[in-house]
């Protein structure tokens, strides 16, 4: 999404393709850290969104339907993706392979209750997408989620892997693990796995909570997790000695470090700053690039 493709060649993936050029000390890495969680970074960000829900105030004055905070961050770390291309990047098999397009991935939570059920629900933008497509495509798949009586495809294999007996489990995972190491996962099953997506969330804040560190996954692809905390205000002193009020979203992300080097991670989260900071960058398609100078 932030560029051609080159075309598909052997050795590259159904939905990603082969990193030939990578540096000499990364191509080690997944040789010293073959497991993704034994090569997890973790970052807490508080993030200054004051101006941005300023922004989202007036957009949804007189709207038809109402965009969520929610709705705007799965937008705002899609276009850091997109400009960012190697935070779309995975180690699998112990080879890096780069990612033909940006998916997201959340649980819904189909009753805010202690027994209400979970499904999983994964986003694929496309280029040219706005707010408004992550909008309309968002509070679509949810509502059909949480009224429709049937059971999700996720929830239909769960249930056959629970009854299985556990050594029948167990080989039964052997076989997903080494099937998933040389990227022959059969599509039906990556398709609404949260693993094998670029980034997974977790929006804690609508439950009240703060945000944490959340592991990443060894089984997959996924090499980014990111928990969104309550929104609070915050009160701060300013060199004038006046006190300003400030909108505060508390992130906790994790990162596989092996992807790309810490100034790349720093310079992706000054350009998500960047866009908290000049909300009218939204209102753009996801792949028009933001001019920020870094």
Known sequence: MSGEMPKKRFGDRKEAYLVRDGDPYHALLPHLMPHRADAECYLHKELDVTALLRWLETRNAGAEYRTTFFHVFLYMISRVITERPLLNRYVSGRKFFQRRGISLSFVVKKQFSDTGEESLMVLRPENGWTLDDFCRKVLGEVHEIRTTEEKADSETVFE???????????????????????????????????????????????????????????????????????????????????????????????????????????????????????????????????????
């Not at 693993?195 to 089984?219: E, M, Q, R």
């Open 160 to 294: 056959v892997l629970q009854k299985l007996p556990r050594p029948l489990m167990m080989f039964t995972m052997w076989v997903l693990r080494t099937l998933d190491f040389y990227g022959k996962l059969p599509n039906y099953l990556e398709s609404f796995d949260t693993n094998h997506t670029t980034v997974l969330l977790s929006n804690l804040g609508s439950v009240k909570c703060d945000a944490i560190y959340h592991h990443l996954n060894n089984f997959g692809t996924n090499s980014l997790m990111i928990t969104i905390g309550e929104l609070r205000r915050e009160y701060r002193l300013q060199e004038d000695g006046s006190v300003r009020a400030f909108d505060i979203l508390p992130l906790g992300m994790t990162v596989d470090e092996r992807i790309a080097d810490g100034f790349y991670f720093a310079k992706s989260i000054r350009l998500l700053d960047h866009l908290a900071a000049h909300p009218e960058l939204l209102g753009e398609p996801l792949d028009r690039p933001t001019g920020f100078e870094y």
